[in-house]
């Protein structure tokens, strides 16, 4: 089964056409993505039409709702340009980081996998994360150097040594 991808940048414009060119840039990526193997979830194809059609009278949060569900059942989170400027965005941000769902930004494409890497980049992934959090958990206040990746010192292990 392909890992699922979730595309995450502004939809709302101050004009009918900058929503317009939302969605066409987002619809870019979908098929971006759809060409490197995975399967695509894209809030701004998803939601367009019926937004457009008949549901303008529901209001930003239903939309983001929606969005955040369907983020939840998603292996990575992609940022496209401008994800800043979108209060969304923002929280689809957030809420990636606080259930540790991989996020790639547009800047990064050479690091973003194809579909048939994912699980070994994954795997990968989950390691140094998991080093991080044991790292900031035990180790919060030490000063980590690491000379040809052999040899890790504090500044705890520094002081120690000075005692000799």
Not at 4 to 31: C, H, M, Q
Not at 39 to 58: D, E, K, M, Q, R
């Amino acid at each position: 089964m392909n890992p699922v991808i979730f595309i995450s940048g502004p939809y709302r414009g101050k004009t009918l056409a900058d929503i317009e060119a939302n969605v066409e840039e987002a619809a870019r990526w979908f098929e971006y993505f759809l060409r490197k193997g995975w399967s695509v979830i894209c809030p701004h194809t998803n939601s367009h039409l019926p937004a457009s059609f008949c549901c303008f009278g529901y209001g930003h949060e239903i939309w983001l709702n929606n969005a955040l569900a369907l983020e939840a059942r998603s292996n990575a989170v992609f940022m496209k340009e401008r994800w800043r400027q979108s209060s969304g965005a923002k929280k689809e941000w957030r809420f990636a980081k606080e259930h540790g769902i991989p996020i790639f930004h547009h800047t990064q494409l050479s690091r973003i996998p194809r579909a048939e890497e994912w699980q070994e980049w994954f795997f990968n992934w989950q390691r140094t994360q998991n080093f991080k959090e044991v790292e900031e958990r035990y180790l919060p206040n030490a000063d980590a150097t690491c000379k040809d990746g052999l040899q890790v010192e504090t500044q705890a292990e520094e002081a120690d040594s000075g005692n000799r």
